[in-house]
């Protein structure tokens, strides 16, 4: 894990101001895209992310960078994979989850990188709203600022690949 921690960093660690999802502002960004524009990057962190999954029926991937994540974790698993809008679309099938169903079906919600977790909330209240359990999100980071303790509140628990001190940890 080690390894990966160091690749990921190196992969996609930048410094500068950044404004995140939540309106925080940080000297550091993990982007992301960075390692999921790799492919063999990107497959090693689903394969960490693989072995926390619970016992489940779908994945769902987070618009937009927990969706190759999800892609590439239903190719490993065979599971199917759903993708969740941010919001549902006010045309067509009006749905926020694209893919396939999730009535009575036992969710495990799959995102890139968790800062407060606030965009994840609105989406897990989406897909419980669609009739989802969802109980489990796997991350491939969570930056460890918040993330982890308001999923909780929510009946979410959060399993991360990488933590923010693991991706640090090598420096």
Known sequence: MIDLARRVYDACHLTGTFTLRSGQTSAEYFDKYLFEGQPALLRDVAEAMVTLLPEGDVLAG???????????????????????????????TMKAAEGGPVRGLRVTVIEDVVTTGGALL????????EGAVVDTVVCSIDREQGGRENLAAEGL?????????????HL
Not at 69 to 82: D, E, F, K, N, W
Not at 157 to 169: F, I, K, M, P, S
């Open 62 to 92: 987070m618009e937009l960078g927990g969706i190759p994540i999800a892609t590439v974790m239903s190719q490993l698993t065979g599971l199917p994979a759903v993708f969740v809008r941010k919001q549902a679309k006010a045309y067509g």
């Open 122 to 129: 609105a989406s897990c209240a989406l897909l419980r709203s």
């Open 157 to 169: 628990e959060l399993r991360a690949a990488l933590t923010r001190t693991d991706l640090e940890a």
